[in-house]
């Protein structure tokens, strides 16, 4: 069962464009919210995260908009760059209990910016 | 300097062979973890340990075995190799198993091919 579900599976955007890509979760314990990145060849890195008691976290080019309510997240990347051309990660967990702050992993956002 | 190092990078080998791959980090955290990634790119945790203490084993098969000799290595011991054990595998530590020092540090990855 896969605990956060993420779209789109891939995205092509323009430089200079808007790339959103959103996740959703059911697990309303979940406290934690942080999104990966993927260059082709490489481990994952952490690219920004958030916690719930906020609805946005902004830095740099790349925001993360939180809706608690709808049990919804997204990351936002503003003036998209082909540097930014990789797959995208969202993720949660729980940093309390026995789930010892297990990430639950999206399925992945392929990302193409193109010049 | 590398912060987690995996070796090797690529592994092509048979069905039905023994085989290991190895992973240190040298940011002096306390839980590491070990992930399958398959040709779709979904990120799938194995296994973590924390302070050479098992403490998630998810659903894999008993042929795959950790081993984490100190806090500063997991290897991975993989047995009678199957095709469908062909991926990406990874190794990633943090600070800590949970709270706001989770962030994983993933290694480049070993790209495992079983013929």
């Known amino acids: 069962q896969q605990q956060v579900k993420q779209s789109p599976q891939s995205l092509i955007v323009q430089k200079g464009g808007i790339s959103i890509i959103n996740c959703a979760y059911e697990?309303?314990?979940?406290?934690?919210f942080p999104w990966y990145q993927q260059f082709p060849g490489k481990g994952p890195a952490l690219l920004i995260a958030?916690?719930?008691?906020?609805s946005e976290k902004k830095e740099g080019r790349f925001t993360i908009s939180f809706n608690k309510s709808a049990k919804q997240f997204s990351l936002h990347i503003m003036d998209s760059q082909p540097g930014d051309s990789a797959t995208y990660f969202c993720?949660?967990?729980?940093?309390?209990?026995?789930?010892?702050?297990?990430?639950?992993f999206g399925r992945g956002t392929q990302l193409t910016v193109w010049p | 300097d590398t912060a987690v190092s995996q070796t090797p990078k690529y592994l092509v080998t048979q069905m039905g062979n023994d085989k290991s791959i190895k992973c240190e980090q040298n940011?002096?955290?306390?839980?590491m973890y070990w992930y399958k990634q398959d040709s779709k790119k979904f990120l799938k945790i194995m296994f973590s340990?924390?302070?050479?203490?098992?403490?998630i084993n998810e659903t894999v098969p008993n042929r795959f075995s950790p081993k984490s000799p100190d806090k500063a290595h997991l290897n991975l011991h993989i047995n009678s190799l199957e095709l469908g054990d062909s991926a990406v595998y990874f190794c990633?530590?943090?600070?800590?198993?949970?709270?706001?020092?989770?962030?994983?540090?993933f290694g480049p990855g070993t790209r495992l091919t079983v013929l």
């Open positions: 940011l002096g955290h306390d839980t």
């Open positions: 990633a530590s943090s600070q800590e198993s949970w709270g706001p020092y989770n962030e994983q540090f």
């Open positions: 697990n309303t314990a979940f406290d934690y």
């Open positions: 993720a949660a967990s729980i940093d309390r209990g026995s789930t010892l702050g297990r990430l639950y």
């Open positions: 958030i916690r719930p008691d906020v």
């Open positions: 340990y924390n302070n050479k203490e098992l403490i």
